[in-house]
């Protein structure tokens, strides 16, 4: 049961956004900055973050060269040139607005490394950097001279650099945005289960850890549950996606190489935190076993990974591995995310396409965009 004071000051809110992620949280702060006489409610069914905020490997990236060429064989040329540009634009607003130490962000630049399976991908890269030029002003790809000091594998033939891409420390994001909130005094309430939304009525459906059904009201509604949004609109052309990672010890020798590194054309990537190894993707090893909303290692993807790491990251020594854990992601036809109204108060930012880092700020900041423009 529901007191008075409950009743009267928590169940009737100006925006209601469901999913304190990445893009449920930078929705609020963008609102409220917007609209300061307004009050927000954020409702989060887990106690951190449910899908994949916190649970990222805090790549600042918007693509690898093949990735790129990838997406052009499903895109449009000014397509994939859109969607580089959103990403990168989310990436330098993140940064701005939080600025580079809040985030731990380090410009240590992106890597892909390239086998004989995609040395063909190098005839094009003058054609992609001269593409991308409207956005950068310069190249974005360059075949390094030399990478034999960085000690991988013999399988590696070439190792394309990106100065324009970075990492950063995804509990510190999370940790600027719950500041940012806080200061907003935008309300984040965790432990919500949304059973339902109530479009016409802006009204949700929830339950409490108790299982106690409550309903929330709201003058605007924004939906920011990225996988988990099919089960509020099974109508929407989304595919949860798991990723894993795992984390080895710390190095007994210093790892010779930082930055972002992507490898099978973005499906793996690595990167050197605290001296050790954080190793994730390999979703392509399996996908239909990867398109689901329930968290879990699959024994494939895992053996597929450590593989990678002993015979083309750590060819020399295979280190242990410390801690794994998988988050869940959304993807649609193509790596564009979904930002529309359904109803003239009611706003989805979803499907990221496992690009949140990147594109979460700017997603969210185009969902207010249609808001404000009602």
């Known amino acids: 049961m529901l007191s008075y004071w409950e009743k009267k000051n928590f169940l ?6 469901i999913g304190a992620g990445i893009v449920g949280l930078s929705a609020a702060i963008q609102y409220k900055e917007r609209f300061p006489e307004r009050s927000v409610l954020v409702l989060e069914r887990g106690l ?6 916190t649970k990222n490997a805090g790549f600042a990236c918007f693509g690898s060269l093949t990735e790129i060429l990838d997406d052009l064989d499903v895109l449009t040329e000014q397509e994939v ?3 580089v540009q959103r990403r990168y634009e989310g990436l330098l607003g993140v940064r701005e607005k939080f600025g580079d130490a809040q985030l731990d962000y380090k410009p240590h630049g992106g890597f892909e ?27 974005v790809f360059e075949v390094l001279d ?41 309300k984040i309430l965790t432990g919500c289960k949304v059973l339902a939304i109530h479009p016409d009525e802006k009204r949700v459906e929830v339950t409490d850890a108790a299982g106690m059904p409550l309903f929330f009201q709201s003058r ?10 099919k089960s509020l609109l099974p109508d929407l052309d989304i595919r949860p996606g798991r990723g894993l990672v795992l984390v080895t010890a710390p190095m007994k020798k210093e790892i010779p190489w930082k930055g972002s590194f992507h490898y099978d054309k973005g499906f793996v990537y690595f990167r050197n935190i605290d001296n050790r190894l954080l190793l994730g993707g390999g979703r392509n090893k399996d996908f239909q076993g990867e398109e689901t909303v329930e968290f879990g290692i699959n024994p494939k993807i895992r053996e597929y990974l450590i593989s990678i790491m002993e015979k083309i990251i750590f060819p020399h020594g295979m280190p242990e591995i410390e801690m794994e854990w998988s988050g869940i992601m959304a993807f649609g036809p193509d790596k564009r995310p979904l930002v529309k109204l359904i109803n003239p108060d009611v706003g989805i930012a979803v499907r990221l396409g496992g690009m949140g880092v990147a594109i979460g700020w700017q997603t969210a900041r185009e969902m207010v965009n249609l808001f404000d423009a009602h």
Request: glycine letters at 8%.
């Open 12 to 17: 009737h809110q100006d925006l209601i956004v």
């Open 48 to 53: 951190f973050p449910s899908g994949a905020s």
């Open 81 to 83: 040139l859109g969607l």
């Open 113 to 139: 490394l390239i086998t004989d399976k995609e040395i063909h991908f190098l005839e094009k890269l003058d054609q992609v950097n001269e593409m991308l030029r409207p956005i950068f002003g310069n190249n």
């Open 146 to 186: 030399s990478f034999q000091s960085m000690g991988f594998g013999k399988e590696v033939k070439a190792i394309v650099k990106n100065p324009f891409e970075g990492e950063l420390d995804s509990g510190k994001f999370l940790n600027a945005l719950w500041e940012r909130s806080s200061e907003l005094r935008i």
């Open 220 to 229: 605007q509604l924004a939906i920011c549950t990225n996988a988990f949004t």
